[in-house]
């Protein structure tokens, strides 16, 4: 069964800071993984989705790599805002349109 | 860019009572997916429809079932509720080709 960890739990940066957000998973066998973010009490935002095949893919400020062999993946955040301020989940999937497995998240603060 | 529609957006209900939560998915995407995310918790996955037929099932309750009907939209049908299910559920769709999963905004349901 899939286990996704997230480490930090909680981050508090000051503004203008590049950060890196961390998940890990048991099963390297995925098909994807998915990073997203979600604003208290509100709905998951995708952020970005890498396939098993690719190493890395950006969005802007957001920079997300998977090391599948390894069961890694990071998001890298760039010169953070407070508006980045929000829970960023992870989620391996096994294969296309699978259920998501989450991870318990990192809360991001980012302080002006 | 029409989004997933999930209504109702809030709802209370009592003990034992019944609900019934319903779900629009993007149009032309063919795969609904049901999460249920319990207050500090990550969303966990309850079951998913692929083309109208249930194609995962995950920590759904037996009191709990769902079905996905023939425009697309699908409705979680919750029986005997408890105060456990006190919940945010998300509905989540995707088109097979493409995979990425889109969520809606969320149920917040209140079983008091």
């Known amino acids: 069964k899939q286990e996704v960890t997230q480490i930090p739990a909680a981050l508090s940066v000051p503004e203008g800071e590049n950060l890196v957000l961390n998940c890990s998973f048991t099963?390297?066998?995925?098909?994807?993984l998915q990073w997203f973010r979600q604003d208290p009490g509100k709905g998951l935002t995708s952020l970005l989705l890498i396939q098993s095949s690719q190493r890395e893919q950006t969005s802007g400020r957001l920079n997300a790599s998977l090391d599948k062999s390894s069961g890694r993946s990071t998001l890298y955040i760039a010169a953070s805002q407070p508006g980045d301020s929000a829970t960023y989940l992870c989620?391996?999937?096994?294969?296309?349109?699978?259920?998501?497995?989450f991870g318990k998240g990192t809360r991001l603060s980012v302080i002006a | 860019a029409a989004g997933v529609i999930q209504s109702p957006r809030h709802l209370i209900k009592e003990k034992r009572e019944t609900a019934t939560l319903k779900c629009y998915p993007i149009p032309r995407h063919d795969t609904v997916y049901w999460y249920q995310q319990g207050p500090g918790q990550d969303p966990q996955f309850l079951i998913s429809f692929y083309e109208k037929m249930q194609s995962d099932k995950g920590s759904i309750p037996d009191r709990f079932s769902a079905q996905q009907f023939s425009d697309y939209h699908s409705e979680l049908n919750m029986s005997s509720l408890e105060l456990g299910d006190s919940a945010l559920y998300f509905c989540a769709s995707s088109f097979k080709l493409e995979e990425t999963q889109y969520f809606g905004p969320g149920t917040r349901l209140l079983v008091l």
């Open positions: 989620a391996p999937g096994d294969s296309g349109n699978t259920p998501l497995v």
């Open positions: 099963d390297s066998a995925i098909y994807n």
